[in-house]
């Protein structure tokens, strides 16, 4: 009887446990099951900056995938917010976490669509001390099929029990990194900046309805979450445009991502 194609990489995934091949082995056993174009890996532990874990990206794509998006970027990404919930531990495709206006939005439209992918998947595994390590694999060409992703999820347990043993002192990274001058301070301002943005001139509440629209939410489920009429929604919108002397979320968002790297935002 023929072994599944996957057991010989699952073999080499359990070799390469507490070794620097083990990320490589993981990203070879998920590609037995499935073909994609780029793996990436991230820790997640609250708002701090996340921790890179391992890339296959070629280095042009690597400065938007990874060093852009450790820059700021990754606050509004649904992965990273759903991580931080957290969901369950599981196989998610992008669009089933992500806000119901995620794709007009200026996050989507100003970084995102800079990927250049059709889709991407996020195997979610939950560590010790409130981490998450979220596998994530994209496709430049077409979305995954129901029949791929199942057996992407399929796969799951041993990839849960391998970065269990691999990565399971995470937590202790990102405490380390903490103390780290540079990814101290990086980490503070953007927790500043997302918290602050527009100090002086906008109230908590405009702030939190910058937040959600920065996000990909309608009115209707900003409103949904902070429990007013999706009417008031706008017409706080209507009075942060106003206030910031702006006229679209286009320009919101660049506010926010020149707030993100220390510049005044007005």
């Known amino acids: ?89 599981g196989t998610y495709r992008l669009r089933d976490l992500a806000p119901d206006r995620f794709y007009q939005g200026e996050y989507f439209r100003n970084y995102y669509v800079r990927t250049g992918l059709a889709e991407e998947i996020g195997v979610f595994v939950a560590l010790p001390g409130a981490v998450t390590v979220v596998i994530s694999l994209m496709r430049n060409e077409k979305s995954f099929s129901a ?3 199942r057996a992407i999820n399929s796969i799951r347990p041993v990839i849960e029990a391998g970065i269990g043993r691999h990565w399971g002192d995470l937590a202790l990274r990102f405490g380390q990194d903490a103390h780290d001058s540079e990814a101290g301070r990086l980490q503070r301002q953007i927790e500043h900046s997302f918290h602050s943005f527009g100090g002086g001139l906008l109230t908590p509440r405009e702030r939190q309805i910058v937040e959600y629209t920065l996000k990909g939410h309608s009115s209707e489920a900003t409103g949904r979450i ?13 009075n942060i445009y106003a206030k910031l002397q702006i006229r679209s979320q286009g320009e919101l968002f660049s506010r926010f991502i020149r707030a993100l790297g220390g510049r005044p935002d007005r």
Do not use: C
């Not at 890996?41 to 708002?47: D, H, K, L, R, S």
């Not at 429990?227 to 209507?238: D, K, Q």
């Open 1 to 89: 009887m023929t072994s599944p194609s996957w057991v010989a990489p699952a073999g080499n995934l359990i070799s390469a446990i507490g070794a620097p091949t083990f990320p490589a082995a993981m990203a070879a056993l998920l590609r037995s099951v499935t073909p994609y174009s780029y793996t990436v890996v991230f820790g997640f532990q609250g708002q701090a900056r996340p921790l890179a874990l391992y890339d296959d990206f070629p280095a042009a794509k690597r400065k938007i995938f990874v060093t852009d998006y450790q820059d700021g970027p990754y606050l509004l990404d649904p992965f990273f917010l759903a991580a931080v919930q957290p969901v369950a531990a």
């Open 147 to 149: 029949r791929e992703f």
């Open 226 to 238: 902070l429990a007013i009429s999706p009417g008031t929604v706008r017409i706080h919108r209507r």
